[in-house]
């Protein structure tokens, strides 16, 4: 079965961390682009960080710059999200998703990467969920 699945959310206090996690099984990684994604109540989706299949290509939403790192391990089949400094606005559904690079906008991460995952064949996690606390 192919799926991803996130894990690493939690409550955690404004100025905290945590790292977040997706494992994929049932398919290899090596030629996904991977994104991070959020959904906060009452607001539309928003592309959160976006790397490369080679991880030569990042590409961060400016909410979080500076702050999430995105990265991955292709050999664990994994990629990862630190989130620094958090905020209450960061308090949201976070999703992995994996797109074939070879799709368009290519393989490199640029902002239009976030728009090309809506269609079939890209893969969704269900999402692990991220409360910030005051």
């Known amino acids: 079965q192919l799926q991803l699945v996130e894990s690493g959310g939690g409550l955690v206090q404004s100025g905290g961390s945590l790292r977040l996690s997706c494992a994929a099984s049932?398919?290899?990684?090596?030629?996904?682009?991977m994104s991070w994604f959020r959904h906060a109540l009452g607001k539309e989706r928003e592309g959160v960080a976006c790397?490369?299949?080679?991880?030569?290509?990042?590409h961060y939403a400016d909410s979080v710059k500076g702050r999430f790192t995105i990265s991955r391990d292709n050999a664990k089949n994994t990629v990862f999200l630190e989130m620094n400094s958090l905020k209450l606005e960061d308090t949201a559904i976070y999703y992995c998703?994996?797109?074939?690079?070879?799709?368009?906008?290519?393989?490199?991460?640029?902002?239009?990467?976030?728009?090309?995952?809506?269609?079939?064949?890209?893969?969704w996690g269900k999402g692990t969920l991220v409360t910030v606390s005051s």
């Open positions: 049932g398919f290899t990684l090596d030629d996904y682009v």
């Open positions: 790397i490369s299949s080679n991880s030569s290509s990042t």
């Open positions: 998703a994996a797109r074939k690079s070879p799709w368009p906008p290519g393989p490199m991460c640029v902002e239009s990467t976030f728009s090309s995952y809506d269609q079939v064949g890209v893969y």
